[in-house]
T-cell receptor
Framework: SQQGEEDPQALSIQEGENATMNCSYK?????LQWYRQNSGRGLVHLIL?????REKHSGRLRVTLDTSKKSSSLLITASRAADTASYFC???????????FGAGTRLFVKA | NAGVMQNPRHLVRRRGQEARLRCSPM?????VYWYRQLPEEGLKFMVY????????ESGMPKERFSAEFPKEGPSILRIQQVVRGDSAAYFC?????????????FGPGTRLLVL
């Protein structure tokens, strides 16, 4: 099956530091999305980047997309303890209907 | 505009019973997706529905699982004769279904525990 794969699987940083998470995928995509999930809660959509875009910003979030390498990165700048969560990338593949999720990166931000 | 609603939030069933999970999409959304999340794992796509139609059920187990999205009312994910391995969080998401609006909005999930 084709899935986005995030790395690292887990990341622990100090408050104020930047956190970078990466996602790789296998097929052509229409867009790539990042979601956050707090423990025991539903997913929250963070940002969507289309296949013809290379970079997108939203507040402290910066997402890049490299379709030649089939990879994306999510950068959270000046992290806060409240950023502690799991972060998932998801891809909408061309020719398909479903969104494919990776296993997620668990981010822990220490105060 | 209320978000995606799922109920119940928690469901406990004994092996062999049936589980019914409900999802009410956001107002104006005609597309619904169901995902399953096992403990410590990512989400796995199960099924994609539009009103009265199943568009893609390639992620659904062949037996015991079914889904519907009737013209009126919520989408239902039904699991018959539940087994312990069905214990998971089940998330529903909805989208408007119009070109250029692919973002899926997720509900809070239903946590199913099979004893």
């Amino acid at each position: 099956s084709q899935q986005g794969e995030e790395d690292p699987q887990a990341l622990s940083i100090q408050e104020g530091e930047n956190a970078t998470m990466n996602c790789s995928y296998k097929t052509s995509i229409n867009n790539l999305q990042w979601y956050r999930q707090n423990s025991g809660r539903g997913l929250v959509h963070l940002i969507l980047i289309r296949s013809n875009e290379r970079e997108k910003h939203s507040g402290r979030l910066r997402v890049t997309l490299d379709t030649s390498k089939k990879s994306s990165s999510l950068l959270i700048t000046a992290s806060r303890a409240a950023d502690t969560a799991s972060y998932f990338c998801a891809t909408d593949n061309t020719g398909g209907f479903k969104t494919i999720f990776g296993a997620g990166t668990r981010l822990f931000v220490k105060a | 505009n209320a978000g995606v609603m799922q109920n119940p939030r928690h469901l406990v069933r004994r092996r062999g019973q049936e589980a019914r999970l409900r999802c009410s999409p956001m107002k104006g959304h005609s597309h619904v997706y169901w995902y399953r999340q096992l403990p410590e794992e990512g989400l796995k796509f199960m099924v994609y529905l539009q009103k009265e139609n199943i568009i893609d059920e390639s992620g659904m187990p062949k037996e015991r699982f079914s889904a519907e999205f009737p013209k009126e009312g919520p989408s239902i994910l039904r699991i018959q004769q539940v087994v312990r391995g069905d214990s998971a969080a089940y998330f529903c998401a909805s989208s408007p279904g119009t070109l250029g609006q692919e973002t899926q909005y997720f509900g809070p999930g239903t946590r199913l525990l099979v004893l």
